[in-house]
């Protein structure tokens, strides 16, 4: 069965992601090749009510392992749904987070720490990006961009939890190597953009 290419985009909050992922977008575009594009939580009807009530203001009582279990149910149903029968139709597959971001958050930020991996190993069930680009950001620069009154439950948490999750990201592009591109998230949208174009091409050469 041909398989597909699974690209996965992470990074600390206000790290400049969502102007990237439009870049990504346009990559594809320029080369008339089709992508299917989908994001966590979410990118199902199941999983997108899982996303209201996870980044809820309201739902400040939420238990953390009930916070891992909810992105990890979200996460299994994506999987089931939508990226594993893309990619075994050969798609390309552009996601906006996934495991790496639970590892993070929820792994170093929540201090969940392993119980994450394991719970989210059977959520993703072996369906592991290619390649995932990682935007690297000082979480105090990247969360001066995010005006106070729209954050969501996860971006309003206390500096000392951002920073973990950085270190968290950090950890993961050490031990993923092969897979986690870093890619340096202070220098302006055009040269990280250039950075992942290139990364791209690459990519494609491989196929
Ligand atoms: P977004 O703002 O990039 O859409 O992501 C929503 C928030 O959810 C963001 O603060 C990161 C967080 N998150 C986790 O804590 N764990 C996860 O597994 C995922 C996918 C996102």
Aim: charged fraction near 30%; glycine fraction near 8%.
């Amino acid at each position: 069965m041909k398989k597909g290419i699974f690209i996965s985009i992470e990074g600390p909050d206000g790290s400049g992601k969502s102007t990237q992922i439009e870049n990504i977008k346009q990559f594809f575009k320029d080369k008339k090749m089709d992508i299917v594009f989908t994001r966590e939580p979410g990118g199902t009807a199941i999983g997108e009510r899982i996303r209201a009530i996870i980044l809820d203001n309201n739902c400040r009582e939420m238990d953390y392992m009930t916070e891992a279990m909810l992105y990890a149910a979200a996460r299994a149903q994506h999987v089931a749904q939508v990226i594993r029968p893309a990619l075994e139709d050969g798609k390309i597959v552009i996601c906006d987070r996934f495991v790496d971001s639970s590892i993070a958050y929820q792994g170093y930020g929540r201090g969940l720490g392993e119980a994450v991996a394991i719970i989210n190993s059977y959520a993703v069930a072996g369906c592991m990006p290619d390649v995932t680009f990682l935007l690297k950001l000082d979480p105090a620069v990247g969360r001066n961009r995010i005006r106070a009154d729209q954050q969501d439950r996860l971006e309003s948490e206390k500096e000392a939890f951002h920073d973990e999750v950085f270190r968290g990201y950090l950890q993961l592009e050490k031990d993923n190597p092969g897979r986690i591109v870093g890619i340096d998230a202070s220098g302006s949208i055009e040269d990280i953009k250039l950075d992942i174009y290139k990364k791209l091409e690459e990519v494609l050469n491989c196929l």
